[in-house]
């Protein structure tokens, strides 16, 4: 009998904890969920800026320059894709959308966020990047072609970082 009310009782208290959990993790219906908080966000590996540095933007006719220090990477591109950044940068919306202001505007309307892009490897002359995108308490570490993220992250407001090591062995020194 005795057994029988000890077993009767951690059963109860595993259903009152089970019970007061799923009370506190309630999402209201329509809710995308709990969100996530700047520290939470600051952990998580896609956001690491260990051995990255921040860069200013900025494009040639064919290039994309990203500067930190004394050092520019330039990367080639088409002239689209640096229009694109370019009106970007200089917030020119034309008579139509570009797939770049697209893409922000579909952002904007399902409350997603990019956080942060990496422009992480050069491997057979072709560079290689990350984008981190947050909605509700989902996060995306996508890879993407740097000159759409790039296009992206100047209509966002969203940092842009280079490999340090990537900068130093492939960007000129212009100081």
């Known amino acids: 009998m005795e057994q029988k009310a000890s077993v009767l009782v951690v059963v ?15 999402v209201p219906i329509g ?15 896609c956001m690491s800026t260990d051995g990255f540095v921040e860069t200013t933007v900025d494009v040639g006719i064919s290039t994309i320059h990203l ?9 080639s591109t ?8 370019n009106t970007g940068i200089n917030e020119i919306r034309g008579a139509r959308p570009t797939t770049h202001d697209t893409i922000k505007d579909m ?10 892009v990496k422009i992480t490897s050069l ?11 947050t909605q509700g308490s989902k996060v995306l570490d996508m890879d993407i072609r740097p000159s759409d993220a ?23 020194f212009i100081c």
Do not use: D, H
């Not at 809710?31 to 590996?45: D, F, Y």
């Not at 088409?78 to 950044?85: G, H, K, P, R, V």
């Not at 491997?123 to 995108?133: E, I, P, R």
């Not at 790039?150 to 000129?172: F, H, K, Q, S, W």
């Open 12 to 26: 109860g208290v595993f259903v009152v904890g089970f019970i007061a959990a799923a009370m506190l993790l309630a």
């Open 31 to 45: 809710s995308t969920g709990p969100v996530l908080t700047g520290a939470m966000i600051q952990q998580m590996p």
């Open 67 to 75: 500067e930190s220090g004394c050092r520019r990477l330039v990367m």
């Open 78 to 85: 088409n002239a689209l894709q640096t229009y694109s950044i």
């Open 107 to 116: 952002m904007e309307t399902f409350e997603m966020r990019p956080l942060i």
């Open 123 to 133: 491997s057979q002359g072709t560079y290689f990047a990350k984008m981190a995108v």
């Open 150 to 172: 790039i296009a992206i992250a100047v209509r966002t407001g969203t940092p842009v970082y280079v490999n340090v090591t990537l900068l130093e062995e492939n960007g000129e």
